[in-house]
């Protein structure tokens, strides 16, 4: 939890946690939300009914929309309990119907982030050892699923919600070192050697409550078993019985490959650890790996393996890793003993005189710390004792034999006990050898828990042993030696010819691939926001923008604190900008697609014209306009003064001013390409700027338009267009309402259950109508026609064939008036010289809501959309 960057969550947590002494102080403080185990946690002998726990059941639900709908993120471990194996447990399916519950009543589409964790030991036993919080890619329900949960059965719901699980397993795997799993790895093998899927039969033994586990597996024409295997009894317990079947598929799967069986892979944990030793002796000794960098090598030599098993090559690497391994624990030494001095050449002097080297540094730290960690260990096991008998009995669930808190318990309880001992023994000390003893008594005992810990005595015997046996075994080391540069070898020979294009010719240029994974690491966590679809106001604070005011001082001004706003975003090493036009009743709020304009080599300069999104705040912190009234503008002229001064500010690469006031300094870029992004209304904004009566200063400096669902005509029947065109033609005032507004919009309020911006932003009703609007928007639109708005400057046009505010068709037939010519632009090429290319976003999703194309309700509209920009932006702008 500490890792994630937004700190506004809670978590779930069993029941029995809250009734836990000390553990439930910590569960309640951290708000957690209760989820009803099979046994009652004040009475571990009681197994409650099934009416009560679906009332628990149900009421964590409610409280988990609530904390959702809300802004708050929930934490969940859906394995349901902790455990050291290298392996998933099976996925309880809550997570996936939480998703759902949230969605239903036209409640947002939640993203399902997966977070793995992986250990800087394959086993995770080391005290205060490093973990990697991996963040897989996010998993967003669709609204077909959503649609079919909330009218189907609970038979229907829980196989949506099965499925999901187990998207979410796979993701899973995808973010951690974990074993694969091998029920579905066996079953894809018996497919491929057409064989029926394995079946597993259980036996329950009345008599010690335990459950084992076999299965057999025959080809239809052979009637003899072809693998038969069985795993050890475990306890019978739900949760236990998925583990005996995945470890016997195991067994199987290698069985099935003909494995040795004196070389075969014995449990999950030795498949881990030796993926481990395959890849530190894959690797050159002296890269360094960061955790990230390891976890990603190490999943790397498990699809290599798992895809390489059936072959004589991976049975006699295996065999070979296992007997290395055997001669390493047999000399006590470790493979980083044997790396250190693995050289093509090395003088036997000086291979000697770093042993040595090595070997005194572990001798001093076997005479310092050896007699402390002695001591530690000694004055603390009563402490020990009590924790490690405390731990167990507190923390295991009788019926269950849940273990998920013992390790917790008994850090507290010693972490307790050490409270009461120190003290305790200061004062003895004192009482006998007086104040200056008692005063050292607490620092001599904590230090030596500390050499107990972190230098425990066995550790540094095995350390003093394996330096001694490198000193005195030399020609057991060098036979060691050759063993691991053969291995090498093979290894990385092995990688080249069977392994994923990012395992090549990886060991030869280890720092130009590390350079590819920390940029492939870099661009996957700065697209992070964008997958984070629902747009609260933390996402666009992390989102690093910085906010502008430009002064106003024309003739347009309503009121004295009027502004213009500009929020930019700029990343090192970017020499072109985006100028961000939003629509009527918009303002930027895409930090979903943020980064891909950023990757593009483009800064985005958000442009929020006066009384306009963030500007209906003036600079005094007062309204500029009432909320329906934003984007009233009588005369689209009047924002030309925030436009000249964003070209002007993007043409001066002084650096940025010291206040956040655009008359200050400059943008600290010089920018080779300037090209202005415009949508809806925009649109007619910046096309009238471009034109040569538009009288914009800087419009030359504009490279290139990105028109997005451009409002070139009236979506509406043939007489009311007639009507508010000819409105100011009336005799009518510009304040004149045609349309006071504050009707509850439904194209806003579907856009807000998707992407919940702030009403600042995008307000969720509609907005008043004046006379002046209709004039402007009218006036714009016949320049148009009359071919007044050619814009000499290549163009993008994209619309949405789902879009319920303007028609495609119109979009389609005025855009062509933007070229010289009126060349029909749709289905240009996006690359050459075309003036003018149009794309309509036809993805095979049908929602409503399409109108403005990066703000989809369906993801896959936003990707197909970014798709055709990207790949407009880089042809026309290299």
Known sequence: MAALPDKTFCSVAKSSLFSTPVV????????????AKAVDPDDPTKVVSKEDRAKMNNAMFRATKDRLLNNRSVVIFPEGTCHSTPELRSLKIGTAKMAFEAALDDGPIIPIVPLGLSYSTPSGYAFRGSVLVDVGEPILLTPEQVSSYAAGTKEVQYKLCAAVTEQIERRL????????????????????????????????????????????????????????????????????????????????????????????????????????????????????????????????????????????????????????????????????????????????????????????????????????????????????????????????????????????????????????????????????????????????????????????????VTSARGSITLLTQRNAVDALRDQRTDLQTRIREWADDEGDKDMRGWWQDPEGSLEKIRKKQERYEKRLLEQERIVKMSCLENSGMTEFTIPLDDKFKRQDNERGVLTIKQEVGNTKALIWLPGRNDSFFHVHVLQRFLDAGFDVFALDLRRCGRAKVGADGQP???????????????????????????????????????????????????????????????????????????????????????????????????????????????????????????????????????????????????????????????MLKEGKMVLGKPALVLSANADEVLDPDDIDKMSDFLAEGREDGKGRSLGGDAMLVERQIESTVTELSGHDVLAADSAIKVQEAMDVIETWLGSRFT
């Open 173 to 460: 795997r995808d973010c951690t070192i974990k074993t694969p799993d091998w029920i579905a790895v066996l079953s894809s093998l018996c497919s491929d050697l057409d064989l029926p899927p394995p079946s597993f039969e259980t036996l329950d033994d009345k008599k010690t409550t335990s459950t084992s586990v076999s299965l057999t597996l025959s080809h239809p024409n052979t009637p003899h078993p072809i693998v038969s295997s069985s795993t050890p009894t475990g306890p019978r317990t739900p949760e236990f019985l998925p583990q005996l079947q995945r470890e016997v598929s195991r067994r199987a799967f290698f069985a099935l490959h003909g494995a040795d069986p004196a070389n075969s892979i014995t449990d999950d944990r030795d498949f881990v650890e030796h993926m481990h030793l395959a890849r530190r002796i894959y690797k050159p000794h002296q890269t360094r790996l960061s955790l990230a960098q390891y976890a990603e090598l190490t999943r790397g030599f498990m699809r290599l393996s798992i895809n390489n098993a059936h072959t004589d090559r991976f049975r006699d690497i295996w065999k070979d890793l296992n007997e290395y391994k055997r001669q390493l624990d047999e000399m006590g030494i470790t493979d980083k003993y044997v790396s250190s001095h693995n050289k093509d050449t090395d003088p036997l002097n000086e291979r000697l005189t770093k042993l040595r080297r090595g070997a005194k540094r572990d001798v001093a730290k076997l005479l310092f710390f050896g007699p402390l960690s002695l001591f530690g260990t000694i004055t603390h096991l009563p402490i020990v004792g009590i924790a490690w008998t405390a731990g167990s009995t507190i923390g295991t669930e009788k019926l269950t034999n849940d273990v998920s808190v013992v390790a917790t318990m008994r850090l507290l309880t010693a972490f307790l006990g050490c409270c009461v001992a120190y003290p305790t023994a200061s004062l003895a000390v004192s009482a006998v050898a007086g104040p200056a003893a008692a005063a050292a008594t607490i620092p001599f005992l904590s230090l030596s828990a500390y050499a107990a810990v972190n230098y425990p005595v066995s550790t540094a």
């Open 624 to 782: 500029t306009v009432d909320p329906l009234l934003a984007h009233d503008s009588h005369d689209f002229r009047e924002y030309f003064s925030e436009l000249d001064a964003t070209l002007k500010f993007l043409k001066n690469s002084g650096p940025l001013p010291p206040v956040q006031n655009l008359r200050e300094g400059g943008c600290g870029k010089a920018y080779d390409t300037i090209v202005c992004y415009a949508h809806s209304t925009g649109a007619l904004v910046a096309g009238q700027y471009a034109s040569d009566l538009g009288g914009g200063g800087w419009r030359g400096a504009i490279d290139g338009y990105v028109f997005n669902s451009p409002f070139w005509s009236w979506n509406l029947a043939w007489y009311e267009k007639r009507a508010v065109q000819t409105a100011y033609k009336t005799g009518l005032p510009d304040e004149f309402l045609v349309d006071e507004g504050g009707a509850e919009s439904e194209y806003s309020l579907n856009m807000k259950r998707t992407y919940h911006f702030p009403p600042l932003l995008k307000d969720s009703r509609s907005l008043a109508i004046s006379v002046g609007w209709c004039k402007a928007v009218t006036i714009a639109q016949t």
């Open 24 to 35: 439930s102080y910590f569960i309640k403080t951290m708000e957690a939300i209760p989820v």
